[in-house]
């Protein structure tokens, strides 16, 4: 069956870099384009960016435009987000999510000192 | 950007009273509107789709309705198991999402 599973999260200080990775099994990976949304602990759903089905194309949320990087490995079904220049406000629980269909379970990102 | 106004934030209502939730866009997003389901430390759930589709195996008593810029989801009978967190989200333009509308048990 269709499954996606986040991985990568933890606690990160204020300024560095994490990488969030999320294998896809149980579809044609290369087929479909691949979202990351996040959660703030106690909060609603924030869409955080987007990559087409071949990475041709991405797009980002204002929030973390210029800091974080969507990619994806189609020969490793991978979908991956790059974070940079964390702060305490990505404190988050990130989702990949299939379309808008299929989500992952998320990993969980703490930006403390 | 294409802001979502979800309303009302929260509610509390009987098992068996019908529930209903607005969302609106702030510009034409034709029916590229999605309807989710949260439960506490879960990932949200897909239940409508389209503004007015329902996803395979979601119980009828959810709906959707509307298109432009005012929408509709309704619980027609609440149920116990509907206790959660519903979200709207327009994806006309990537995916702008509803504050949330906590629904309780009265």
Redesign the interface.
Known sequence: QVQLVESGGGVVQPGRSLRLSCAASGFTFSSYGMHWVRQAPGKGLEWVAVIWYDGSNKYYADSVKGRFTISRDNSKNTLYLQMNSLRAEDTAVYYCALGFDIWGQGTMVTVSS | ?IQMTQSPSSLSASVGDRVTITCQASQDISNYL?W?Q?KPGK????LI?DASNL?TGVPSRFSGSGSGTDFTFTISSLQPEDIATY?C?Q?DN???????TKVEIK
């Open positions: 950007d999605n989710y949260q990932a949200p759930k897909l789709y996803e979200y989200q994806y990537l995916g702008t999402f509803g504050q949330g």
